[in-house]
């Protein structure tokens, strides 16, 4: 078990026979928040390792954010080659609902990759503690397009480092995922005047591309597109170092997480002159909304307005970056840092 995490429970469920990890990174700030991945791994450790990164990236999307909540994560580890609905969907979810009201409160559940917000529902079956249920469960729904908007606000700021204006009007940008966050990010752009490049691994993506005017690329090549910023909204380890000598961008912003396939690629993005905003920061908007309107009790409109906020933090990281000789994650790992210090000791 990591030594910074203050919990981690690892069960199997009772009705569904899979293992369950809630990994807990830290409830300094106040209770912790975190998704439910409900995945494939080829051994359920590396489901484990997944939940600890993803707790700890929690933590600091939080912090940064200004919320006053540490990070935590859920992960059901499904074997490979299994669908989605192994044994029984409700038992899967009943298992995790368990588990998290194991915690008695000091830990809320929300989707990811796997789950939706009619499986938060589900989960709510056995649990208070759960979040983005469906507006007609008395939840704040989906939260992939405040995720969206909220990697928007991170791209404003980079076109206005990198170029001098935050607009997107005839900038290239490639995309890489159509899921629920890339396609919604999809669209803004392309309202916003954007030429996209896109990419995903499901086929039918093409009539999103085709509807966008977008040119499709293989998955396999739209990391290497020719794009002034390349946005990864797909699964993380992308950026290699062995992929980063062959980007054709001058920036990589998105909201897919755990981009670094290891901690030494942000030096070589920074070394190769590719600015790159850490992935809990442009991701956060989903995070932002969701927890403000549900566990803070905030107004919409105050909800949207910390998730537009996320254009000034990046804003922040990027000067501090470049005024201190930096990466880009250097810098927003201190910032985190002194907005959790600050939160904690408030």
Known sequence: ?????????????????????????????????????????????????????????????????????????????????????????????????????????????????????????????????????????????????????????????????????PSFAGRRVAISGLGSVGGHLARRLAGAGARLSVSDIDPAKKNLAAELGADWAAPGQILTAEADILVPAALGGVLTRDLVPALRCQAVVGPANNQLASPDVAGLLRDNGITWVPDYVASAGGVIHALSRELHGETASAAEARVTAIEGTVAEILGAADRDGMTCEDAAEALAARRLLAATEG
């Open 1 to 165: 078990m990591s030594q910074e995490h203050e919990e981690v429970i690892i069960r199997t469920g009772a009705r569904s026979g899979l293992p369950v990890i809630v990994a807990v990174h830290s409830t300094r700030p106040g209770p912790a928040a975190g998704g439910c991945r409900l995945w494939r791994y080829d051994d359920w450790r590396d489901g484990l390792e997944d939940a600890l990164r993803l707790s700890a990236a929690m933590t600091r999307k939080c912090a940064i954010a200004g919320l006053p909540n540490g990070g935590g994560k859920t992960v059901v580890a499904l074997p490979p080659g299994a669908a989605g609905d192994t044994a029984s969907r409700t038992d899967v979810l009943h298992d995790v609902g368990d588990a998290v009201e194991a915690l008695g409160g000091r830990y809320a559940i929300g989707p990811d990759v796997g789950t939706s917000p009619a499986d938060m529902v589900t989960i709510g079956e056995r649990t208070a503690h759960v979040c983005c249920r469906p507006p007609s469960h008395g939840g704040s729904g989906d939260s992939s397009p405040h995720t969206a908007d909220g990697v928007v606000a991170a791209l404003r700021a980079v076109c206005a480092h990198r170029f001098g204006s």
